[in-house]
Structures are given as structure tokens and as C-alpha cells.
């Protein structure tokens, strides 16, 4: 089964969740922005939750289906349509040879993405298909998708072969939706839970509140790599000499100006610069989701704090698994 291009839009990757175990070596773990929008929508065709999937970020992508195939579209709402018509998200949908899936402009989130049953047929590189477009490898042949590139998808297991079989006799979509609202935020001002970073206590007094009781704006300055944040400056409470040491999807630094940067997906495996605090697990698929100009408010909470809603969001990723494993088979 095959999907050509007509439109590489502004940036379209395939991610899955990261390239794990290699950071030693330098090389990024990468993968998707916003993992449990990646997750859902491969469990939505049946598919494990770290295949790869199509990541688009913003507007302008489309694609022409060159078989009937099943997909998912989850994410960001950046009005997706099929030949034309709204298309339906976070659920299994059927689209049909020669249709054309187009996203136009983004309503709600930054991103959105679509799942193949049977998942994209690309070699793995260091145990990921995720892009990594800097070092150009992974994904389709290690950089962004191009108008008229042609992907081709593997074959369906046999739950994702009873889902399009269904979808087939009733000629489009199920009725139930995932109710995505208790795993992403996609509005444009958020609260940002944090842990305190590494070097937060080298910051003055002045810093420390400013971080959790004023407002900071993402500015275009915003990619897979790091978000730049602008608002009232950061300062240290004296100068001091910080060696190179790891860094994480989340980690918020302070350089010179005092401006945070907050690493994200692509971000490197080490900084020099001091890091006052440190996103949430739970959060961060969200982060993923905020497009420039968005407002952020810090709140500071516990490590067990942070680590409970990590468990709700896993919990819920379960029982959305489940729902959908019941849905497709008994409904």
C-alpha cells in the first residue's frame, strides 16, 4: 500500500518515539513531539504504539492514497480534510483509493498525526524510524518529505484487518471518537507544571519568583530543537563556570540574556548553560502542541507530584488501548 506527496506542506517527518540508547555516542534520541498523539493514533489502526507515523507540523500537507487503506489522524486540529470534506479525528477512518487527505491551516495545536494500519515500511536506524534531520538519517531517507515522494505502508496485522473490514461494510468511520482532552491542552495559554532544575538555586531570589508568577511567550523562535521563550529576564545570583552535562526533552535553560530556552525533541545531549528548572513528563506532549506567540505560566511542583501524573497519563493511555480493542471488536 502506498501514499504519494502532492504537498510536503511546511514540515512533514516520520517519527516514533525516539532513538533510545545512543545519546552516549551524541546522537539524539528525536522522535515525536507530542508522543501520546503519536500513541493514540497508531493503537487507533492497531498498530504498536511506537511505529512510525507521519508528523505534520502546521499547514500545507497533502497526500493522495494510491489504495483503500486505514488511518488515524490525532493531534492538533490543522483542519484535515478529505477531497474536500472535514475529516474525522481520533478515530479509525477509511479513506478510499484516490482520495486526497490535505491539512490547511491550524485551528487548534501546532501538530497532527496520521497512522498507517500496518505502520510505514522504512528501515530502522539505531532501533528508530524517527527522523533525525540535522544528521539525516532515519526516517524517509533521513530528512523531511518532498512533493512526490511515494511511502509505502507494510501489511496489516489481523485486528487492524478487522478494523478496515468493518469500516468497509459501513463505508467510513466509526461513531466513537477518543476523548483527547484529558491527554493534551491545545489551547494557546497554558500552565506548564515543573520540577526545579539543577542550578536553581544559584538564581536570585528576584528569578526564582519571577519563574512561577509571570508569564512567558513562545517566540517564532520555535522548532523540533528548542523553544525560545521571552518574558522578564532570568538572572543568576552570582557568575560561576558550569562544565557541558546532560540535558532532556524539557530541560528549561537560562543563557546570557536571560531568556529560557526549553529543549525539546530534537534538542542536543548536552548544555552548558545553567538550567532552572526541568517540564514534566506529563506536560510535555502539550509543550509540543503550542504554537508561536502562546502564553506559559510555571507552576513548581514535587518529583511525587510529577511522577503521579505520569501514571494518570499512562492509565489512561491503558484504558483508551482497551476501549479500543473492545470497540473494534465487539462494536
Same mark, same amino acid.
Given at each position: ?247 532532556? +526533552? ?46 506559559? +505560566?510555571?507552576?513548581?511542583?514535587? +518529583? ?28
Amino acid at each position: 500500500m502506498t501514499v504519494k506527496v502532492l504537498n510536503q506542506g511546511l514540515l512533514t517527518s516520520i517519527q516514533d518515539l525516539g532513538r533510545y540508547g545512543s545519546q552516549k555516542y551524541g546522537v539524539i534520541v528525536s522522535g515525536a513531539m507530542d508522543k501520546y498523539s503519536l500513541r493514540v493514533a497508531n493503537l487507533l489502526v492497531g498498530n504498536n504504539e511506537n511505529e512510525g507515523a507521519l508528523e505534520v507540523t502546521l499547514l500545507g500537507t497533502s497526500l493522495q492514497f494510491e489504495k483503500d487503506m486505514l488511518i488515524a489522524i490525532t493531534g492538533g486540529d490543522l483542519l484535515a480534510s478529505i477531497d474536500g470534506e472535514k475529516a474525522p479525528t481520533w478515530r479509525p477512518i477509511l479513506v478510499r483509493k484516490g482520495s486526497v487527505l490535505q491539512f490547511k491551516s491550524p485551528l487548534k495545536g501546532c501538530r497532527a498525526y496520521v497512522a498507517f494500519a500496518g505502520g510505514i515500511a522504512v528501515q530502522e536506524v539505531m532501533g528508530s524510524k524517527s527522523t533525525y534531520l540535522r544528521a539525516g538519517i532515519g526516517g524517509f531517507k533521513g530528512r523531511a518529505l518532498q512533493k512526490d515522494d511515494v511511502i509505502t505502508c507494510s501489511e496489516m496485522n489481523e485486528f487492524s484487518t478487522l478494523l478496515f473490514n468493518k469500516l468497509n461494510k459501513r463505508n467510513g468511520s466509526f461513531r466513537w471518537t477518543v476523548n483527547y482532552d484529558v491527554l493534551i491542552n491545545l489551547q494557546q495559554t497554558q500552565t506548564i507544571r515543573v520540577i526545579r532544575g539543577t542550578e536553581f538555586d544559584r538564581f536570585d531570589e528576584k528569578s526564582k519568583r519571577t519563574l512561577f508568577n509571570e508569564p512567558y511567550t513562545l517566540t517564532t523562535q520555535a522548532d523540533r530543537m528548542g523553544y525560545r521563550m521571552e518574558g522578564p529576564p532570568l538572572s543568576l545570583a552570582k557568575e560561576f563556570e558550569l562544565l557541558s552535562e546532560g540535558v532532556t +526533552h524539557g530541560t528549561i535553560q537560562v543563557p546570557p540574556n536571560g531568556n529560557p530556552i526549553i529543549l525539546m525533541a530534537d534538542r542536543q545531549t548536552t548544555g552548558g548553560y545553567p538550567k532552572i528548572a526541568q517540564i514534566i513528563s506529563a506536560d510535555l506532549p502539550s509543550m509540543g502542541q503550542l504554537q508561536p506567540t502562546a502564553k506559559i +505560566h510555571f507552576k513548581e511542583i514535587s +518529583h511525587e507530584e510529577a511522577e503521579i501524573e505520569l501514571l494518570k497519563k499512562e492509565q489512561i493511555i491503558n484504558e483508551i488501548k482497551t476501549g479500543i480493542r473492545f470497540k473494534g471488536l465487539y462494536i
